[in-house]
């Protein structure tokens, strides 16, 4: 059975940062593309950055490019986002995701995705 579960989240103030993980059970993270969603409440899920198998390729939402960065150990079958200068506009319930064959211009849609986990909440605030 495939599972992805998500850690690291928490409250943290705003400037501060986590570094949110992605551990996959039952598949071999590294042959899936990694995408990281997040949801506020009252808002739509958004992509906020993805991971390709074939070369590497990330992608950044806006919003966050410049201080979250995507990465992935396959040593340890997990992917990583880490968050830096965290604002309260990035507090939300945030999500990985994996599919097998993905296109990169796909990679920040959350409807070409197959497997999710359950969902970390981040929340920054003082």
């Known amino acids: 059975q495939v599972q992805l579960v998500e850690s690291g989240g928490g409250l943290v103030q705003p400037g501060g940062s986590l570094r949110l993980s992605c551990a996959s059970s039952?598949?071999?993270?590294?042959?899936?593309?990694i995408g990281w969603f997040r949801q506020a409440p009252g808002k739509e899920r958004e992509g906020v950055s993805c991971?390709?198998?074939?070369?590497?390729?990330?992608y950044y939402a806006d919003s966050v490019k410049g201080r979250f960065t995507i990465s992935r150990d396959n040593a340890k079958n997990t992917v990583y986002l880490q968050m830096n200068s965290l604002k309260p506009s990035d507090s939300a319930v945030y999500y990985c995701?994996?599919?097998?064959?993905?296109?990169?211009?796909?990679?920040?849609?959350?409807?070409?995705?197959?497997?999710w986990g359950q969902g970390t909440p981040v929340t920054v605030s003082s």
């Open positions: 995701a994996a599919v097998l064959a993905l296109l990169f211009r796909l990679c920040a849609l959350d409807y070409a995705y197959d497997h």
């Open positions: 039952g598949f071999i993270l590294d042959a899936y593309a």
């Open positions: 991971i390709m198998i074939s070369d590497g390729s990330t």
